[in-house]
């Protein structure tokens, strides 16, 4: 199986903060990574796909990068909707593993 | 508009059987995959398995290779998630979701709403 590794596992931040999340996988997986957003209670969303390709009306805010093994997700400017638990997702090969998820909190 | 629709929570005991469902609509059912997650109290997402609606072909992540089972009745437009012997350790959130899988890339755009799973003697 293919491991997929987040870091920070929580980050603190502020409105207005630019926040990255990085995602590592155990091999490379070109750039078959996906990465969701969580909200307590709810079920997760799609924000990018293929690494850096944006999801039909998730705001511009939310940028992906990476491929081969090292992937980052980025927010430019944290709003307080963004508060959530960020997970990447590999699509490579099945099955298809999860991170352990980064979760994002007000400072 | 997409929807998938989960069957409502359920409250079994250990060792009963449970099956339960996942109606899509608003697309092409047979186009897509349905993926089917789990989410234990407080944890993250785990990757159980997928159907290919076009062709009914299973993948199941080892993990929960013989403890599930994954199906679907295409002409109703419904995929199953079902254990034939429930044990305490598989309460939990269970969440289906529409996968998108060709060319360069592969995601998962919709999911339900989850169905709970709560197993206690």
């Known amino acids: ?107 | 508009e997409v929807q998938l629709v989960q069957s409502g929570a359920e409250v079994k005991k250990p060792g009963e059987s449970l099956r339960i469902s996942c109606k899509g609509s608003g697309y092409s059912f047979t186009n897509y995959w349905i993926s089917w997650v789990r989410q234990m109290p407080g944890k993250g997402l785990e990757w159980m398995g997928n159907i290919d609606l076009s062709d009914s072909y299973i993948n199941y992540s080892p993990s929960f290779q013989g403890h599930v089972t994954i199906s679907a009745a295409k002409s109703i437009s419904t995929a199953y998630l079902q254990w034939s012997s429930l044990k305490a350790s598989d309460t939990a959130m269970y969440y289906c979701a529409r996968s998108d899988c060709g060319g360069v890339s592969c995601f998962t755009d919709y999911w339900g709403q989850g169905t709970l799973v709560t197993v206690s003697s």
């Open chain 1, 1 to 107: 199986d293919i491991q997929m590794t987040q870091s920070p596992s929580s980050l603190s931040a502020s409105v207005r903060d630019r926040v990255t999340i990085t995602c590592r996988s155990s091999q490379s997986i070109s750039t078959y990574l996906n990465w969701y957003q969580q909200k307590p209670g709810k079920a997760p969303k799609l924000l990018i796909y293929a690494a850096s390709s944006l999801q039909s009306g998730v705001p511009s805010r939310f940028s992906g990068s990476g491929s081969g093994t090292d992937f980052t997700l980025s927010i430019s400017s944290l709003q307080p909707e963004d508060f959530a638990t960020y997970y990447c997702q590999q699509t490579y090969s099945t099955p298809r593993t999860f991170g352990q998820g980064t979760k994002v909190e007000i400072k």
